[in-house]
């Protein structure tokens, strides 16, 4: 489950990229935050057909073409060739990129931390050219093009001053999370205040709430990863401190409500309309196959929980 709204937001691209090598994840070596760098990475920008933009991202062996509108993306990552000179890489009868690059100028971009020792990133800006087509599912977007503007670029291994990480010293406010799923298909809420607790009584509280939806499937060679991330009112994500019920009715893409309810007797349900509009496909998020968690944090960590069983057992597609 995610922690708080920064690793809502986070827990998108972490999907996103989830078929690549971890390269830049810090390390700590006495005293010292060590970022190793990364490898030659591609990427280029269009935009498509229906308000979409498609954006395609290359590294190693691997290029990932992502079709985002708003706040909900569709991602397909195949095997390719990814090289200083252009992109090779089919997405089946979704589409093909084939282009090669040139060059038109150099960008060297220094560690934006304080007291960083490494070399600049080298970013080489140019054109693709070739050909680009892409057709998603059921022609919910299209593009086709013979050029783009876009960009390779190195990034060296920097040694930054302790505590120089972005996330460090992060304090995540306590919370409540929802979170139904079955195998890589789910919903997650999160929310900082009971219907008991009233309104907040101080400016800085925490007083919205972040919702996120994600399917992830195989297709062939081919993994398609489709997600969704809104933030809403209060409101949105009721419950009470017993966790008796839990309510969620999130502002688009998602659409309907769902609840979660427990009787005196011991009996519990997860019941309503709620579902999600991604990118080529509307996913349900009241199934018999998900199992429904409800949990509070206090200060990170779990103080107490609920846990709704599935009703049936999780065979997730792909």
Known sequence: MSR???????????LALAALPADG???????????????????????????????????????ILAATRGRASAQYSVRGVV???????????????????????????????LGCRGGPE???????????????ERGYTEVRAHTARGKTAVSPRWTCPPGSDSTSGLEIPDQVDLGASCGTTGFAAIGHRSVEDGPPV????????????????????????RLALA????????????????????PPPFHGSATLSRDPSGGASWEGSLSVSLPGEELALVDPRFKVALKRYRRE??????VLASRMPCRPSG
């Open 231 to 250: 933030f809403g009112k209060r409101t949105d994500f009721l419950f009470d401190n017993a966790f008796s019920f839990a309510t969620v009715t999130p």
């Open 25 to 63: 994840a810090a390390a700590h070596q006495r005293g010292a935050e060590i970022f190793p760098g990364s490898p030659l990475t591609v990427e280029f920008r269009l935009k498509a057909s229906n308000g979409y933009a498609v954006s395609v991202y290359g590294v190693r062996n691997r290029v």
């Open 83 to 113: 090289s200083k000179d252009g992109v090779e890489a089919s997405f089946g009868k979704l589409g093909r990129i084939s282009v090669a690059f040139t060059e038109k100028r150099v960008k060297r971009v220094p560690s934006s931390i």
């Open 202 to 225: 101080f400016p800085d509280d925490p007083a919205g709430t972040s919702f996120f939806a994600f399917s992830r499937t195989a297709r062939g060679r081919m993994t398609v990863t």
């Open 301 to 306: 960590r779990v103080e107490s929980s609920f």
């Open 122 to 136: 080298v970013q080489r800006l140019g054109t693709f050219a070739g050909t680009i087509g892409f057709r998603g």
């Open 4 to 14: 708080g709204l920064p690793a809502a937001a986070l827990a998108c691209l972490a």
